[in-house]
């Protein structure tokens, strides 16, 4: 990894440049709340003065760029005697500015399963190859618990990757493509001040957070507590809206559905990303639900996060963005959930 300095007018000038060739996407700030908070989504921007780097997080993450909703696998048709079949998964370059350290990591995740398993997804891969991304430091964000899973930082996933020091940002650079934009502006050799900031930096991000709790134990608490009271409680509470795998930016479950047109002359296979906290997610042919019960719906999607994916993997599924905590309407909170999880522990 490189280093250098870009003095923020600099920078400036390199997102207007990119600007005048290719999509540009950033957080933009799009409402208020009624406390007055921002409300910020990553959007394409049409100036730089719409980007808001400053920003807290998006309740929609950069996934959606990667794994949208809705997307079309392939649309069929008949002609005469014969029939044509259309895939489309090639993508112009784009440029992802702003991303926080979570939102790049989550992509690492998904990068594991849609790139390396035995289907890898030629979809996700073109839109993956096809975006620079351009990532920055931030401030402690409300709900987040990013410190607890070590995603608060990442090392890997990013094209440029920027501290702001002020006027000027410190700058990692990742990738060969990194390296070669950032010289169309004036950048600068790393000094000792500089580097002196940046530590300066960086330790008042992580003295931010509050004392992270060791999550170390949880795929076998997890195991212990299978039948515990614990997923009867706050199961109890979940109303089994979805929000939360909608809004996590590592969930991945979809579903596929084939829509013919009424003349049986054209049709088009849809992928959907489902939510396994659903009532019909487990539903067989035949009719038998497999979770039928709402706090088994939400203690899988806790396994997956902390136990299964840990057994794939090594490591959890879950980069501790909060995003599932803040849009859940129950107030279930994916910190407590595993605070009381971790209180089943009798310490040695
Ligand atoms: S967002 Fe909350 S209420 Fe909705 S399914 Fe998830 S846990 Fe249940
Ligand atoms: S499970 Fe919740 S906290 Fe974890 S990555 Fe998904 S949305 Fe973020």
Redesign the pocket.
Known sequence: MLFRIVEKMAFRSLIQLLLETTQVIGPRKIAVTREGKPVHQYLPLSGFEELELGYDTTDIPAKSYFLPYEENLSTWSFIGNDWTQEITYRLQPRVLVGLHACDINALLKLDKVMTREFFPSPYYISRRKNSFIIGIDHEPCQGGFCHWLGTDSVNRGFDLFLTDLGDRYFVAIDSERGFTLLQQVAVRLVTENDTADYLTVRRRIASGFAPPLDVRQLPRLLDMEFDSEIWRRWGA?????????AVCPTCYCYGVSENVSMDFTRGAKVKQLY?C?LKDFAEVAGGHNFRSA?ETR?KYRYYHQHRGFVEQYDEPKCVGCGR?GR????G?NPQEIIGDLLATEVPS
Not at 237 to 245: E, T
Not at 327 to 330: I, K, R, T, V, Y
């Open positions: 509470k979940c109303l089994s809206c979805g929000s939360c795998a939510s906290t709402r939400l599932c849009s859940c309407l129950a279930i």
